[in-house]
Nanobody
Framework: QVQLVESGGGLVQAGGSLRLSCTAS????????VGWFRQAPGKEREFVAA????????PYADSVKGRFTISRDYAKITVFLQMYNLKLEDTAVYFC????????????????????WGKGTQVTVSS
């Protein structure tokens, strides 16, 4: 069973930066379409960013466009979410998700497009 593990969350002041990482145990994550989602307290889980197995990146969520960047290392072991200029409203649990059942991934992914999920990492932005 492939497991996704997120890391890199933490407490940061508004305007600061964090980089989240996602690895797949026992597998090269480059074999999967990978997405980042987040869920704030009392809110539904929302899409943030995704990178296809081919390396092509889908459009970012409007709320993070221009501030967050998704990438994958050359060895295709880790997917990163680099977050700049963090805002209070970015506070959430961030989840890594992956799917290897299809090479296709829509430009506007939702939770149903991914079959594997990590446990999440908390990102807290303070004023």
């Amino acid at each position: 069973q492939v497991q996704l593990v997120e890391s890199g969350g933490g407490l940061v002041q508004a305007g600061g930066s964090l980089r989240l990482s996602c690895t797949a145990s026992g597998r090269t994550i480059g074999q999967y379409n990978v997405g980042w989602f987040r869920q704030a307290p009392g809110k539904e889980r929302e899409f943030v960013a995704a990178i296809r197995w081919s390396g092509v990146i889908t459009p970012y969520a409007d709320s993070v466009k221009g501030r967050f960047t998704i990438s994958r290392d050359y060895a295709k072991i880790t997917v990163f979410l680099q977050m700049y200029n963090l805002k209070l409203e970015d506070t959430a649990v961030y989840f890594c998700a992956a799917d290897g059942s299809s090479t296709y991934l829509t430009d506007y992914p939702s939770s149903i497009d991914f079959s594997l999920w990590g446990k999440g990492t908390q990102v807290t932005v303070s004023s």
